[in-house]
């Protein structure tokens, strides 16, 4: 009853990358919740997918991650869809979108939750705080509506990145072989995307982390990034 679908919205018709964001909260709950990804990107009709796991009555949650253009016109197309015809999931969005955009994200009504920053520690904690009737001030980097009131909680550190969980390449490779994602572009034949750090470290005025971030970077250490490549 309580299983998550983390939803990748389609970002490009072509070149698909690796859903870094996706798999960075599946780690954070590897082992602890059932989850399963969905990435549209490489579905024809991620609602298909996505309501084939909630006419279950297993899911509970939703995931998903949301930057402005191509990505956030389908994540209100499904999300509108499935608040409408599963009310009772409680969705999550995170992302430099509904960080920035919260008013909107939040009055829209079929968003209950906004990761604000990195969901590393604030994922599980929001899960495990809903499933137990816990006092959500007390998550970091969350944005949520009390009262009918917004409610900021407090930034969290940057996690030192060495110390987080590996990526679950293998579960995504379970639902999407990562050949969708080996792409051919001027570095090789065979390339994808890789994050090796998290922030960043400039305030340029014409960008959207900067107030998410505010000027804090980490980066794994080069021991790490070796570990992950090989």
Not at 37 to 55: A, C, H, M, R, T
Not at 93 to 101: E, I, L, M, R
Request: with cysteine; proline share 7%; aromatic share 14%.
């Amino acid at each position: 009853m309580n299983k998550i679908v983390l939803f990748n919205p389609r970002s490009a018709n072509s070149k698909h990358r690796i859903p870094n964001s996706i798999l960075q909260i599946g780690a954070s709950i590897e082992g602890i919740y059932d989850y399963v990804f969905v990435d549209g990107n490489i579905e024809k009709n991620p609602w298909q997918k996505i309501e084939s796991y909630f006419s279950t009555g297993e899911f509970r949650f939703f995931g998903c991650t949301v930057m402005p253009g191509m990505q956030l016109r389908e994540a209100i197309l499904i999300t509108r869809r499935l608040k409408n015809e599963y009310p009772e999931t409680i969705i999550i969005w995170g992302g430099y979108f509904p960080s920035n955009q919260y008013r909107s994200v939040l009055n829209s009504g079929y968003v209950d939750y906004i990761i604000n920053g990195p969901g590393d520690k604030a994922f599980p904690e929001l899960l495990n705080s809903i499933l137990n009737d816990y006092d959500l001030s007390e998550i970091k980097n969350l944005i949520y509506k009390k009262d009918n009131e917004f409610v900021h909680t407090p930034k969290e550190e940057l996690p030192d990145q060495d110390m987080l969980p590996s990526l679950p390449y293998e579960k995504l490779n379970i639902f999407y072989p990562l050949t969708n994602y080996l792409g051919k572009t001027f570095l090789g034949t065979k390339t994808a995307a890789y994050h090796s750090s998290v922030g960043c470290p400039f305030t340029c005025s014409f960008c959207a982390v900067v107030p998410i971030y505010e000027a804090r970077w980490k980066g794994k250490s080069a021991a790490f990034v070796y570990k992950d490549i090989k």
